[in-house]
């Protein structure tokens, strides 16, 4: 079968990929055949899946918003951006701040494919290929220096990224390394699929997972909020998705695989008295 024209031609068809397995979920229309098959199995076995995958975006754009209009950030770096759809980041941002900066870094070849070519017009924002675990190549890229000031405050976004990160390839490493090269005033928004649903569930899409290039790894709220060692927890703290800032009359709700959703500030150093 032919690859539509909006797919690179390095990708295998056959393969599905978590970030056009999301697309799908989400409503985008950049998914293949393999991919919407996957993603209607998973629903088939934990239909909440669907439901929570848009409370994750949801949280994506209360978090986004607060920090651009609260907080005063005027950088965001995403890792794991995924495929654009619907409320990305520099359309949130910059309906705030047309002047902020954004920088996508994704692994997935067509995730950056598609935000090059939305971004085409866009200079306050790019996307650069690239891989958390790499993570001093992506911090040092021309693309991401270009628009991103380490020098100066920044979000950082791992959104729905950490569930893809097995303990072996050492994510609380990378993003110990990652807070050193951020300045003090600087933000890391996180989001992570828990470990508390229905076991059989839990196993059964576990097991679906491991057909793409990036198996899905489940922890304990423990474990995610280990994750954000080092920095000081934005209230309410480190929370459910629907429980993170929810806004006027949204239904506050936890279901099976809403996981947690938290933010974390590195402390300014006080001037000594």
């Keep these: 079968m032919p690859l ?4 690179p031609d390095d990708i ?3 393969i599905p990929s978590s970030a056009r397995v999301y697309d799908y979920i989400l409503g985008g229309v950049h998914h293949l055949e393999s991919d919407r098959r996957l993603a209607q199995q998973i629903t088939a076995l934990a239909p909440d899946v669907p439901r929570s995958g848009r409370a994750n975006r949801a949280f994506l754009r209360r978090a986004v918003t607060h920090l651009v209009t609260e907080a005063g950030i005027t ?11 619907v409320g990305n980041v520099h359309e949130v941002v910059h309906t705030h701040n047309p002047d902020a900066h ?3 870094v994704d692994i997935d070849p067509v995730a950056i494919a598609m935000s090059r070519r939305m971004l085409a017009d866009t200079p306050a924002a790019t996307a650069v290929r690239g891989d958390f675990n790499a993570i001093e190549a992506v911090l040092t890229d021309p693309e991401v220096t270009a628009l991103l000031d380490f020098s100066r405050p920044v979000a950082v976004l791992a959104v729905a990224l950490l569930h893809f990160m097995p303990d072996q390839v ?10 050193a090269a951020m300045a003090p005033g600087s933000y890391l ?10 076991a059989d569930q839990m196993s059964a899409t ?3 997972y491991q057909r793409t290039p990036t198996p899905m790894v489940l922890r304990s709220r423990a474990e995610i909020a280990a994750l954000l060692d080092g920095f000081d927890l934005v209230d309410p703290g480190l929370v459910y998705l629907s429980q993170w800032r929810p806004d006027p009359g949204d239904v506050v709700e936890v279901r099976a695989f809403d996981g947690y959703a938290g933010i974390g500030r590195i402390p300014t150093v006080s001037a000594p008295q």
Excluded: K, M
């Excluded at 539509?4 to 797919?7: H, K, L, R, T, V």
């Excluded at 950088?75 to 759809?85: M, R, V, W």
């Excluded at 050492?170 to 807070?179: C, E, H, K, S, V």
């Design 4 to 7: 539509p024209d909006w797919a």
């Design 12 to 14: 295998d068809p056959e």
């Design 75 to 85: 950088q965001f770096l995403d890792l794991g951006s995924g495929i654009p759809t």
């Design 102 to 104: 954004v920088v996508y």
């Design 170 to 179: 050492q994510p609380i490493d990378t993003l110990a390394r990652l807070r």
């Design 189 to 198: 928004v996180l989001s992570h699929a828990g470990n508390e649903g229905p």
């Design 206 to 208: 576990l097991q679906l």
